[in-house]
Nanobody, 121 residues
Framework: QVQLVESGGGFVEPGGSLRLSCAAS????????MAWYRQAPGKERELVAA???????NVAGSVKGRFTISRDNAQSTLYLQMNFLKPEDTAVYYC???????????????WGQGTSVTVSS
């Protein structure tokens, strides 16, 4: 079964940086739509950034200019570079994958287990 394994979370002071990684166990990673979501305590899960198989990306307005999503298809790894972190960025960050599995457009979605990010002084 395909798995997504996140890493890179931790504790950082405001203004600091972290780089999250998401390693996929599937060799066909390059065709997947990938994204990072986050869920803060007491809040709903929200989309942070997404990237298509072709490399087109977008980020949420709250992190624009601070976060960058990228992918390395050769390594089957998704990244989220987070700079100028703020306390409101504190959350569990989840890696997400969506793959089209047939000509009718059916998809398979997979979530990672999450990695915790805490921004505090």
């Amino acid at each position: 079964q395909v798995q997504l394994v996140e890493s890179g979370g931790g504790f950082v002071e405001p203004g600091g940086s972290l780089r999250l990684s998401c390693a996929a166990s599937r060799r066909t990673f390059s065709g997947d739509y990938m994204a990072w979501y986050r869920q803060a305590p007491g809040k709903e899960r929200e989309l942070v950034a997404a990237i298509t198989s072709g490399g087109s990306s977008n980020v949420a307005g709250s992190v624009k200019g601070r976060f960058t999503i990228s992918r390395d298809n050769a390594q089957s790894t998704l990244y989220l570079q987070m700079n100028f972190l703020k306390p409101e960025d504190t959350a569990v960050y989840y890696c997400y994958s969506r793959k089209v599995v047939n000509v009718e457009g059916a998809t398979v979605e997979i979530w990672g287990q999450g990695t915790s990010v805490t921004v505090s002084s």
